[in-house]
């Protein structure tokens, strides 16, 4: 992609939920926490609101209840990141704005990109556009851990990075395009939020933020999770989710 840095992620230690994890160049996987100061969703995207949704699900391999956002994209499919359903294995659903609650199942999971897909039979949203946009303004909306109030952040996509970093296991090194961003309170607990331009359309998934700078997160960009989001559009057999990320 024009505009694209090639950059090389260090990796170092961080703590994710009781569990530690490498990942690299300083982002902080999103678990926790509740932002104290989210604003008032913005009518150019108004509409995106009721496509955007929060979920819940067990996870008994690490005696966890975990929460976590996703977005339609495809007819009764919800994306997120892979992070956030590592482990589960019942007791999972998706709920919408409007505090309906339908079950779920992960019908695709890929901890090198950190993408997981969620199957929702009887889920009503509308789809949501994805695609690649310039770096520019844009707002992430999403859920925070134990609250049921959307909350969407102003943010600036700053530019477009080819970051090599380890998959959510620690276990290979992946290549991956990202997007960086500023903005002021990203806050844990939105991790699989989607970041939208003006006109509705999707172009990163929020996954992590920076712990030597509050203002500065990550996101996956598009052209990383649309061929899996392709790939998952039919899909309604269950998989596994693997261990808990570490």
Same mark, same amino acid.
């Given at each position: 992609?024009?505009?694209?840095?090639?950059?090389?992620?260090?990796?170092?230690?961080? +703590?994710?939920?009781?569990?530690?994890?490498?990942? &690299?160049?300083? !982002? /902080?996987? *999103?678990?926790?926490?509740? $932002?104290? %100061? =989210?604003?008032?969703?913005?009518?150019?995207?108004?509409?995106?609101?009721?496509?955007?949704?929060?979920?819940?699900?067990?996870?008994?391999?690490?005696?966890?209840?975990?929460?976590?956002?996703?977005?339609?994209?495809?007819?009764?499919?919800?994306?997120?990141?892979?992070?956030?359903?590592?482990?589960?294995?019942?007791?999972?659903?998706?709920?919408?704005?409007?505090?309906?609650?339908?079950?779920?199942?992960?019908?695709?999971?890929?901890?090198?990109?950190? +993408?997981?897909?969620?199957?929702?039979?009887?889920? &009503?949203?509308? !789809? /949501?556009? *994805?695609?690649?946009?310039? $770096?520019? %303004? =844009?707002?992430?909306?999403?859920?925070?851990?134990?609250?049921?109030?959307?909350?969407?952040?102003?943010?600036?996509?700053?530019?477009?990075?080819?970051?090599?970093?380890?998959?959510?296991?620690?276990?290979?090194?992946?290549?991956?395009?990202?997007?960086?961003?500023?903005?002021?309170?990203?806050?844990?607990?939105?991790?699989?939020?989607?970041?939208?331009?003006?006109?509705?359309?999707?172009?990163?998934?929020?996954?992590?933020?920076?712990?030597?700078?509050?203002?500065?997160?990550?996101?996956?960009?598009?052209?990383?999770?649309? !061929?899996?989001?392709?790939?998952?559009?039919?899909?309604?057999?269950?998989?596994?989710?693997?261990?808990?990320?570490?």
């Amino acid at each position: 992609m024009e505009g694209m840095t090639r950059w090389l992620w260090l990796p170092i230690l961080l +703590v994710l939920s009781g569990c530690s994890i490498t990942m &690299p160049s300083s !982002p /902080l996987p *999103i678990r926790a926490s509740t $932002p104290a %100061d =989210a604003v008032a969703l913005p009518p150019e995207i108004v509409s995106e609101k009721q496509s955007v949704v929060r979920f819940s699900g067990l996870a008994p391999a690490c005696f966890k209840w975990i929460e976590g956002t996703g977005f339609v994209y495809a007819p009764q499919r919800v994306v997120t990141a892979a992070h956030v359903v590592a482990g589960v294995t019942r007791s999972f659903s998706v709920t919408t704005d409007d505090g309906e609650a339908y079950p779920a199942r992960v019908v695709a999971f890929d901890p090198d990109v950190d +993408v997981a897909i969620l199957y929702v039979p009887d889920l &009503p949203a509308p !789809p /949501l556009h *994805i695609a690649d946009a310039p $770096p520019g %303004d =844009a707002h992430l909306l999403g859920y925070s851990k134990g609250t049921e109030r959307e909350v969407v952040r102003p943010i600036k996509i700053e530019r477009y990075i080819e970051g090599e970093s380890f998959d959510i296991y620690e276990k290979r090194k992946v290549t991956r395009s990202i997007l960086e961003l500023s903005g002021a309170n990203m806050s844990p607990g939105l991790s699989g939020g989607p970041l939208i331009v003006p006109g509705g359309t999707v172009t990163g998934m929020f996954f992590a933020m920076a712990t030597d700078a509050p203002n500065r997160g990550y996101a996956l960009a598009a052209e990383e999770f649309l !061929p899996i989001t392709n790939g998952a559009n039919d899909a309604t057999r269950p998989i596994s989710t693997q261990q808990c990320d570490k």
